[in-house]
């Protein structure tokens, strides 16, 4: 007989080998289990969320459809017949004027973020241990969804005004990160409920202060919910917030610290900055291609040092701006957060226009004593309440040059005759106009939203 | 306590023992019965006294059966005074053998060749080692001859040009393999690589290419589906050398070197001589163009040597004339010569190679060692490899049988050459009449990053030195990477029954790479950096980053281990079925980890180093700000696991007709997705039918003629994509806030899964009398469906696109193989010829590009646009020269126009001109090999057709900004008229990248990439010493080959090379070799 005649070691080997393959299918389930990458996370935990909102994109890349349109400053022609069509068409406020989808997708962006940090935090249960982290996470992505939510308003909503509010359309409000959800646009007072519910909760949630500065803090969201009631044109809670935010935070740096040679000036998350966000640099906006305007120019007195920290000479003669308080190497990168300087400017107003002047003129002392040479600076005095209200705005135009917050500006003081303006552009020996309350206020949604959602698209 | 420990592991011995005790036992009692009838054995060769495998006995009278053993071997039952005993195996005349009762010893049996059939070939899948003739798939064996033609260090580029329906791209500066065009867009496109029946997961240039035995490519359905997810691009199977049971002991020894020219830097049209290049200086200086810069005393921008004299001069520091004479110095010189003589040389690879090996009836051996040394063509430049390998297979038992294998394998790369000097800022490449050396060969210092006259004075004598020297670099640097890698495999097999074998094997890899890249305080990169982050303050020099070397580290580990179970079956009934099925199961596992570091401060002697400071900003030096000392710090750590089940049968009636199937089942652990939605079922099925077995087929010309046919699912895979929202942290902290912080990588996709690809491959197998004409014509088509491909989303979500399964693409080809014996006496003309065709075309494709200039593309890169190939070349519409501007005129709107910056952002689709593929569909080789004796003198000619190139051409940006010229400049549209003999347009001194862009991606670049290359040339001369006296050697071979010889046909007017990209041509090269078996 051959070996191969009795079979039960052969036999007992298939069984073996049976066996040992079921025991791998088995097993294969929870083999398959393992994470293939170790960075890669299913976010279900308040560090998780944390590090979400600590990604620095919250804190940039922000639009800058509202700068490439104000009158902070202007193009050479040659530096306009460089520029790409769509840049030219929104510099010279054209109707068919459009923007790139990512001007609209970077704020939803953010909002995504936000929401994804939002729905991790609520997963985790709260505790005493916990509870620190987690009302400052859950603060945190509520201030970051309504401050994007904010921007988008401002660009691609109509300027805020109670008659009109109701029956305007305002911006679709994400809140949850679910890919199916549909979205309407809503009204321009549901946008607004919106930005207000979530920091009146963000509110009871921060802590007083953070460092760092990128992180919200209560200062930030009281100086935040003072620029959305300024927004609103309500400045009485403007005033309030203004003043809650200085309680907490009234640092101002004094410029004659400040080396005004530097290309840089300013480092950023400096002692004025309440909450730090900035904007992506536009080709039109970036310095030095951008002329500072030369009626702001003419507005600093020799002594005013911010003449010389502002601004660099180019050899042509014109002036580029290099004030931004983003600070390190890259000074085309415009800041927009909210600085202590911004706060004195908005209750200095707010106090101006409930007619408290001498409060007013205290504010814009404080602040400009810090930005002449020393012993050069002669207080202002109270004179009428339209005259301190004028140079409250005029000083607003001097220290926020460049901050991103004068489109926004000219939105909401368009609706007061005496403050309004018409804003002129020269190019090529052909001028452009943008009147007051103009729907050219109002940027038109990329085509590609409103194609997918049949959203109705902006009038310009 | 530690004493019943002790007892307790011994109880566990002599319970493990007693196991074993048992089996032997029950083995005992088999042979014990095997006693009990008479018993002939026997051994079975082929005429050449090769081992027959899978060759079947059957004994007529007792009706028992066998097959041979792993070594030939075979001892069967035998009953009555007189059995006779049939042996059959396929591809041999069926021998019948009477034994009677006084026959002793072993039965020597001779097969004999059965004439009608082709020699059988065996191909290996990886999996199971299937005949050729009864399969239908679509197996390319690749001739070993042909392999072994040409010398070099990696094995896949061995590969081209002697395997059909393979392509091999060199656009992008290294080689990318395709087996019949594209399958993927997004996942990887090169073939699956296995080496020794398990997929290599280390770098294939590890593998030594004298270590191998046979190289198999899967290339349909059938063939390669048995790979399943991995194999969508093919698969190449190579096997390594083994040993055979009694086997003398025979040693082997290879010796080679290759000797390359120097690459011929005055290849490319990219560059403009230095006297044309002054002149333009000189009139841009005139302008003012440089004004700007030379008033810059803030960020210091470099000037070349000529517009500083002319400033000098400008400025009165030095006469006018004194200038000039300098500057017509300048015009002399050539900097390509300055390259040619310091940064390159001659290339020179070593090869040795020693091969031993050896067997008994239970046990064979085989040791290869190799050794290669490969001074590159840039100098300082050169890698070392180190290979060792051991093969040993064991049978202790006659059913049983256990092969272990160890590789090892060490590479030493050092990279401390440069091959390009690239200046500062935005300056693509050097002024022509830069210097590197003086007459004396002492180096010279160039523009780098700010402008000599500042870094000469600037910080008073108090910063490091921050000028350079590129000659200086290469020796002040230390870039070495080291790889160790070891595989380990083990297999056992057992003959459970005579038609069936479990094996279990598995494979351990370990791969470690250490990379050291150090930058003596002597280096440009450190003094820069330091002097970058110090501040002087009278005599006080301050400097943030602490003088010293800098060093970065790097380490990664790739751990793999794979494990498999395996059944095989193989039976055949008579001559009339066969079949041939595995089953098995299989577990994997890939592992890399890796970090980076860097240290500051480092000194190389000592090993000290100094801390920084990561997390405070410092002021730069000059007015340039604030930063951060750049940190370098880097962790991975990537699993990934797999588990797969597969079968595979085929089953052939009367050596006629012959079915297969293949079904396997992939998981893998890709994240979210649940285990019972991982996996992904693929399967083929296959038909073939030999004609010529057929019992009326009478045609005596054409003995062998086979058709086939299959269909089935392969597939692509990226493990990187979840189904599930997944974040990932990143593995540096925020560069303002030092916080760690994560991205969303991914938003939930219940949908993922992993890309098909079907394919149908028709084919024909034939061969003429006596072999004089062989070939194999396949014609396939591919469906790739659900690939990964980005498919917009709302940009309300906060996310342009997403990455989902929505592209589709189709391909279709054709692969022809001939091989003739064209003249077969003592002198003998053999010539392989190699056809194919393919054509790729992505069929589905969501994603639009928002600015049509968008899809303006060379065709070095995937660019999917629906309806087309995906390397396709598109351009903009040229149409000649303006009269009288020379401007370049474009189309807009289907007219003519100059708007450039319209053109290059707003054209349309249809003012696009797609001009075809930028990948030959076309492609061939012819290989001739005439011997006579022991000379053989052979060449390989390849041919590549029907696609197109975008040269390069002058960009005025370009130079005038970044000192990038172009020959072309020479052949500008100066005045009117010029039009009709040039395309070159006029330059314009505000120069404009639109206009630029536009001429240089417009279809006046646009050339035929037809060619015709000569590949190789072979001349050796063989010794075959076998049964002569006084064996000094066995044989012996000793060889010469020309590589890279150059081009001898080409469709371009121009003198490129279409194939080399932005590169130059690899230069000519000459090899020597012996190869001695003894």
């Known amino acids: ?460 | 306590m530690q004493r019943h420990d002790i007892t307790k592991h011994k109880k566990q011995v002599t319970m493990n023992k007693s196991l074993l005790s048992f089996y032997f036992l029950l083995l005992i009692t088999h042979v014990l019965n095997a006693q009990s009838t008479r018993v002939v054995s026997g051994k079975i060769t082929d005429e050449k006294g090769n081992f027959v495998e899978a060759a079947s006995i059957r004994s007529v009278n007792s009706k028992t059966f066998t097959v041979v053993d792993l070594s030939g071997h075979f001892t069967i039952a035998v009953s009555g005074a007189t059995d006779t005993l049939i042996i059959q195996a396929m591809g041999y005349i069926d021998e019948r053998i009477y034994v009677n009762e006084k026959m002793n010893g072993e039965i020597k049996v001779t097969l004999r060749f059965n004439s009608k059939q082709l020699a059988e070939v065996i191909v290996n899948t990886g999996y199971q080692k299937v005949s050729k003739e009864r399969s239908t798939g679509s197996f390319e064996k690749i001739d070993p001859a042909l392999y072994n033609r040409t010398v070099t260090t990696d094995v896949l580029s061995r590969l081209e040009g002697i395997t059909s329906g393979l392509f091999v791209s060199r656009l992008k500066g290294y080689p990318e393999y395709f087996i019949r065009g594209l399958s993927t867009l997004n996942a990887s496109t090169g073939p699956l690589i296995v080496v020794d029946d398990f997929p290599y997961e280390g770098d294939i240039n590890n593998i030594n290419p004298n270590d191998v035995e046979n190289i198999v490519v899967l290339k349909d359905a059938a063939a390669a589906s048995i790979w399943g997810a991995r194999s969508g691009n093919g698969v190449i199977v190579i096997t390594t050398k083994k040993a055979r049971f009694e086997q003398l002991p025979s040693l082997s020894i290879a010796a080679n070197v290759m000797v390359q020219q120097k690459p011929d830097l005055f290849y490319s049209k990219a560059f403009l001589a230095a006297p044309q290049f002054i002149d333009l200086e000189k009139d841009l200086f005139a302008r003012g163009y440089y004004d700007n810069d030379l008033a810059n005393t803030y960020s210091w921008p470099i000037v070349s040597p000529v517009v500083d004299l002319l400033d000098k001069a400008r400025r009165g520091e030095i006469t006018q004339a004194q200038a000039d004479a300098q500057i017509n110095q300048f015009k002399q010189y050539d900097v390509r010569n300055d390259y040619s003589k310091n940064l390159y040389q001659k290339a020179v690879n070593q090869q040795y190679a020693l091969n031993l090996s050896g067997g008994s009836k239970t046990l064979n051996y085989i040791l290869s060692l190799g050794y290669d040394k490969d001074l590159s063509s840039v100098r300082e430049n050169d890698m070392q490899r180190i290979t060792a390998r051991q093969s040993t297979s064991f049978k202790p038992l006659q059913w049983l049988s256990l092969q272990a294998d160890i590789n090892y394998t060490n590479t030493k790369n050092v990279n401390n050459g440069i091959a390009t000097i690239y200046p500062g800022l935005q300056k693509g490449m050097l002024y022509p009449y830069a210097r590197l050396a003086d007459a004396n060969g002492t180096p010279l210092a160039v523009e780098k990053d700010y402008r000599l006259q500042y870094i000469d004075t600037t910080g008073g004598g108090q910063l490091l030195d921050w000028t350079y020297k590129p000659l200086s670099e290469m020796h002040a640097a230390d870039r070495t990477i080291v790889t160790q890698d070891i595989v380990t495999k083990l297999n056992l097999t057992a003959r459970v029954m005579p038609s069936l074998t479990a094996s279990l094997s598995g494979q351990f890899e370990k791969s470690n790479n250490d990379g050291k890249n150090y930058n003596s305080p002597e280096t440009y990169f450190t003094r820069d950096l330091i002097n970058r982050f110090t501040t002087i303050d009278g005599n006080t020099v301050n400097r943030t980053i602490p003088y010293g070397g800098i060093l970065d580290r790097s380490f990664s580990e790739l751990a793999t281990y794979s494990l498999r179970g395996q059944l095989n079956y193989a039976k055949n009934w008579r001559t009339k079925h066969s079949v041939a099925a595995i089953a098995g199961a299989e577990v994997r596992q890939v592992h890399v980890t890796s970090q980076l570091n860097r240290t500051y401060g480092y000194n190389d002697n000592l090993l000290t180093y100094s801390s920084v400071d990561w997390v405070n900003e410092y002021p730069l030096y000059g007015n340039f700000g604030y930063g951060y000392i750049p940190d370098y710090s880097d962790f991975q750590d990537v699993m990934n696991r797999f588990t797969s089940l597969y079968a595979n049968a085929s089953y052939t009636y009367q050596n006629l007709y012959t079915v297969s199937a293949s079904a396997r089942k992939d998981a893998a652990n890709i994240f979210g997705v649940d285990a019972n939605q991982k996996g992904v079922p693929l399967w083929s099925a296959g038909a073939a039918y030999k004609i010529s077995n057929a019992g009326f087929y009478k045609a005596d010309w054409l003995p062998m003629l086979k058709f086939r046919m299959t269909y089935g699912y392969n597939g692509n895979m990226r493990t990187d994509l979840a189904s599930v929202p997944v974040i990932s942290f990143s593995g540096y902290p925020n560069r303002y806030t030092h916080l760690p912080f994560a991205s969303i990588t991914n938003l939930a996709n219940k949908e993922l899964r992993w890309e098909r690809v079907g394919m149908v491959n028709i084919g024909v197998d034939f061969g003429l009398k006596a072999d004089r004409l062989t070939g194999t014509v396949e014609y396939y088509h591919k469906d790739a469906k659900d690939l990964l491909s980005p498919a917009p989303l709302d940009p309300t979500l906060g996310l342009n696109n997403m990455i989902y399964n929505v592209a589709n693409m189709s391909g279709k080809g054709i692969d022809i193989k001939l091989t003739a014996k064209i003249i077969d006496k003592a002198f003998q003309w053999n010539v392989t010829a190699l056809y194919s065709y393919v054509s790729n075309k992505v069929t589905k494709y969501l994603l639009d590009y928002p600015v049509k200039g968008g899809y303006v593309t060379p065709g070095t890169n995937i660019a999917p646009i629906e309806g087309k190939d995906p390397y396709s070349v598109v351009t903009y519409r040229f149409r000649g020269l303006d009269h009288n501007t020379g401007n370049p005129l474009g189309t807009l709107n289907g007219k003519e126009s100059t708007d450039y910056y319209s053109i290059v952002n707003t054209t349309s689709w249809d003012d696009l001109r797609f001009v075809g593929s930028a990948r030959a569909p076309h492609f061939g080789n012819l290989i001739s090999t005439v011997s006579w004796k022991g000379w053989a003198f052979s060449f390989n000619v390849n041919f590549k057709a029907g696609y197109y190139f975008m040269k390069s051409s002058i960009n005025y940006s370009a130079l005038l900004n970044n000192w990038t010229g172009h020959e072309d400049y020479n052949k500008r549209w100066q005045n009117p008229g010029d039009e009709l003999r040039t395309n070159v347009p006029s330059i314009v001194y505000a120069a404009d990248p639109n206009r630029d862009a536009f001429y240089l991606q417009s279809d006046a670049n646009v050339l035929r990439g037809d060619l015709i290359r000569l590949q190789d040339l072979r001349l050796s001369y063989d010794w075959n010493r076998k049964g002569s006296q006084g064996p000094v050697f066995k044989s012996a071979q000793l060889y010469v080959i020309g590589s890279n010889l150059g081009i001898l046909w080409r469709a371009n007017k121009e003198g490129i090379d279409p194939d080399c990209g932005d590169g130059m041509p690899n230069p000519r090269a000459i090899t020597i070799g012996i190869k001695t078996n003894f």
């Open chain 1, 1 to 460: 007989m051959t070996v191969y005649k009795s079979r039960s070691v052969k036999v007992q080997i298939i069984l073996l080998a049976a066996i040992s393959l079921n025991i791998l299918m088995v097993s294969c389930k929870t083999y398959l289990d393992v994470k293939p990458d170790k960075k890669l996370v299913q976010p279900s935990t308040l560090q998780d969320a944390q590090a979400l909102l600590d990604n620095f994109f919250m804190n940039a890349n922000y639009p800058m459809l509202g700068p490439e349109g104000d009158d902070d400053y202007y193009l050479l022609d040659a530096d306009f017949n460089r520029m790409p069509a769509p840049i030219q068409k929104r510099y010279t406020w054209q109707s068919d004027a459009v923007v790139n989808d990512y001007d609209w997708s970077t704020m939803y962006q953010n909002i995504l973020y936000a929401n994804m940090a939002l729905e991790t935090v609520l997963q985790v249960p709260i505790n005493s241990e916990n509870r620190n982290d987690w009302e400052r996470i859950q603060g945190s992505a509520l201030f970051f969804r309504a401050y994007n939510l904010y921007w988008t308003a401002m660009y691609f909503a109509v300027p805020y005004d109670e008659s009109i509010a109701a029956t305007s359309p305002g911006v679709p409000m994400r809140l949850t990160s679910d890919v199916n959800e549909k979205l309407a646009r809503g009204t321009l007072k549901q946008t607004f409920d919106q930005i207000l519910k979530d920091m009146q909760q963000s509110l009871l949630l921060l802590p007083l202060t953070v460092d760092p500065v990128s992180r919200p803090s209560k200062a930030a969201a009281y100086g935040f919910m003072a620029r959305v009631y300024t927004t609103m044109r309500n400045y009485a809670k403007a005033g309030d917030y203004a003043d809650s935010c200085l309680q907490l935070k009234s640092d101002l740096l004094n410029y004659n610290d400040v080396n005004a040679l530097a290309a840089t000036p300013f480092k950023n998350f400096n002692k004025e900055v309440i909450f730090h966000s900035e904007g992506s640099p536009s080709r039109a906006t970036y310095s030095p291609t951008a002329k500072t305007d030369t009626a702001i120019y003419a507005l600093y007195d020799s002594n005013d040092l911010r003449k010389k920290i502002f601004f660099s000479l180019n050899s042509n003669g014109t002036h580029s701006f290099k004030g931004s308080y983003a600070g390190s190497n890259y000074y085309d990168i415009p800041f927009n957060g909210i600085a202590t300087d911004e706060m004195y400017l908005l209750r200095a107003e707010c106090f101006a226009r409930n007619n408290e002047l001498e409060k007013a003129i205290a504010d814009v002392n404080t602040l400009l004593s810090n930005r002449y040479a020393t012993g050069t600076y002669v207080p202002k005095d109270a004179a009428s309440q339209q005259a301190v209200l004028k140079m409250i705005l005029t000083e607003r135009r001097k220290e926020l040059v460049g901050r991103g917050l004068r489109w926004a500006d000219l939105r909401r003081l368009n609706f007061e005759p005496n403050f309004q303006k018409t804003l002129v552009r020269k190019e090529n020996g052909q001028t452009f106009q943008l009147p007051p309350n103009d729907a050219r206020y109002t940027f038109a949604i990329p085509s590609a939203v409103i194609k997918q959602n049949g959203w109705e698209q902006n009038e310009r």
